[in-house]
């Protein structure tokens, strides 16, 4: 084992020291990053209902070669080849809201959800209806998997509404995406949100509990042999006032 002499250990401590800054200074870029992308996304989602159909620099139809490229679905598009690298479908949190929000102009209603986790920074969550679960959950792995095409795009722009908002948590307000069903107002969201602990349940170990019996063998038959023993004594004490009572009602019979 190397030995450091003082000057060489404070050096070593200076260095871990500066490690553990900078690798703390990585976590709160990271957050920041993924909040800005939502900030992204909200601001050009309010331009678009401020009636800024063209939020992009680009232009809307693409030529090249012949292609024409629809850019109107290019947010829906983006938001969900997001959120599909992003989540990988693990530790779901089954929550009930039951409760209609408003957000901007539409009602949205939150009822029993799941959520699931993203590998952005953060703690951004993505939390659908518990009755799309399936339907969201084929969409994003398909769209993991290959590009959406513009029918797919367009019909999913159809009956769903993007809107970016905030939500309420821990006494702060934090940027979020929601997408609202057009017809049911079942809604999808994306957000650090909620700020909940899945409840730990406490399981009962059969082999960890055998085992403690085991522990105390002797004891245990000590007090079968006592708890035998008082019963033996309490027959012993009850016999004699069995025969007395039978031999009374025995008597009055007489």
Not at 88 to 102: L, N, Q, T, Y
Not at 153 to 167: D, N
Request: proline letters at 4%; hydrophobic letters at 35%; aromatic letters at 6%.
């Amino acid at each position: 084992m190397a030995h450091f002499d003082s000057d060489e250990l404070a050096e070593l401590q200076k260095l871990h020291t500066l490690y553990r800054e900078k690798c703390a200074e990585e976590i709160r870029q990271l957050e920041e990053l993924a909040k800005a992308k939502l900030d992204v996304q909200q601001l050009r989602l309010r331009l678009q209902a401020c009636g800024v159909t063209n939020v992009s620099l680009v232009p809307k139809d693409l030529r090249c070669g012949g292609h024409t490229e629809d850019t109107s679905t290019a947010e829906i598009r983006n938001f969900i080849h997001w959120v599909a690298e992003s989540c990988e479908f693990k530790d779901p949190v089954i929550f009930d809201v039951g409760s209609a929000v408003r957000v901007g102009t539409r009602d949205a209603f939150l009822g029993r959800m799941v959520s699931w986790p993203l590998s952005e920074p953060g703690g951004l969550k993505l939390n659908v209806p518990q009755t799309m679960e399936c339907e969201i959950k084929e969409l994003l792995q398909r769209a993991r998997r290959r590009a959406l095409d513009q029918k797919e795009l367009q019909h999913f722009a159809k009956s769903w509404e993007m809107i970016g908002a905030e939500v309420a948590g821990e006494g702060t307000t934090r940027p979020a995406i929601f997408l609202i069903h057009r017809e049911t107002d079942e809604t999808v969201i994306v957000a650090a949100w909620p700020c909940i602990q899945p409840t730990v349940k406490a399981t009962f170990d059969p082999d960890e509990y055998f085992k403690a019996l085991s522990c105390k063998p002797t004891e245990s038959v000590l007090h079968c042999e006592s708890a035998s023993n008082n019963a033996s004594a309490c027959l012993a004490q009850a016999e004699p006032e069995r025969l007395t009572k039978s031999r009374s009602a025995g008597h009055l019979q007489q």
